[in-house]
């Protein structure tokens, strides 16, 4: 059962005006010490924590007495800091944690730099810079094999002919403020290169039949595409990603390397 859309912003605007890689970090946490449950679940349990009326997002009595039961025993509502304001001063930032400045050196080659942060940032540049190579290696052999698979099929054009109608809207619109900002470079020829994990997962169910001698089954992959997502949105907007979210991304990675290795032979050239 996928978070309504509705429930989402209004969800955020409870927890303080939040960003949506907040929110589903918050969902996160609350999987992590109360699972388990999905990622849409754990949005839904946490909109009930923070007293919102379920039914006005969700229809069926039996799904909204399912979420219900999910609830923590003793859970109030979860408190969740807003994402500091563009306009909010500099040392408003910092101080969120210990404002100690110290020179940091960033890889064996790069020059050391103060940059007014506490070592805490040092901390977590250094966890994520484990993690990335990781996450952007995952997410293009994901897009590769998409791409392959598709194209083997329906040749050169299957994004127009695979693709849900949502998905060549968003990619459309991305393509088009990148567009304004040409000297930035692009992010890829294709526009699966403009796809995120929310975005694959709904190709890959579009065609589910081009993919079913592929995939152990469409759970597994919808499954793992679904719970990446908020942790790839959490890196990708420069936030450290929380332990738990490291350690089921490591899971998911070593699961597709697995896969790929047993059934290579499947996906075509």
């Known amino acids: 059962m996928t978070a309504d859309r509705r429930l989402r912003e209004d969800l955020r605007k409870k927890l303080g005006g939040v960003t949506a890689s907040r929110m589903y970090q918050l969902a996160a946490e609350l999987k992590a010490n109360h699972g388990p449950m999905g990622t849409d679940d754990a949005v839904y349990v946490l909109a009930h924590q923070n007293r919102l009326d379920l039914t006005k997002y969700i229809d069926d009595k039996a799904a909204v007495d399912r979420i219900r039961g999910l609830v923590p025993r003793n859970a109030g509502p979860v408190a969740a800091v807003a994402t500091p304001s563009k306009k909010a001063p500099a040392a408003a930032i910092v101080n969120t944690r210990t404002p100690v400045s110290r020179t940091i050196r960033i890889g064996s080659t790069a020059a050391a730099a103060d940059l007014l942060l506490p ?119 420069h936030n450290p990603v929380p332990a738990n979210e490291q350690k089921r991304f490591e899971l998911h990675y070593d699961d597709w390397a697995a896969m790929i290795k047993d059934r290579r032979d499947t996906v075509p050239e």
Not at 168 to 173: A, F, G, S, T
Not at 199 to 206: F, G, S
Not at 222 to 231: A, D, V
Request: net charge positive; proline share 5%; hydrophobic share 35%.
């Open 119 to 237: 070592k805490v940032f040092e901390d977590d540049a250094e966890r994520m810079s484990n993690l990335y190579p990781k996450m952007y290696l995952l997410e293009n052999s994901i897009r590769n094999v998409i791409g392959r698979v598709l194209a083997a099929k329906y040749g050169k054009g299957w994004w127009a002919l695979c693709a849900p109608t949502d998905v060549q809207h968003r990619v459309q619109d991305r393509k088009a403020k990148e567009a304004k900002v040409p000297w930035h470079g692009s992010r890829g020829s294709h526009e699966i290169y403009y796809s995120d994990f929310g975005d694959l997962r709904k190709i890959i169910e579009n065609k589910w039949a081009d993919f079913s001698a592929i995939f152990p089954s469409r759970p597994w992959i919808t499954q793992k595409l679904e719970e990446l997502e908020p942790g790839r949105n959490i890196l990708a907007h």
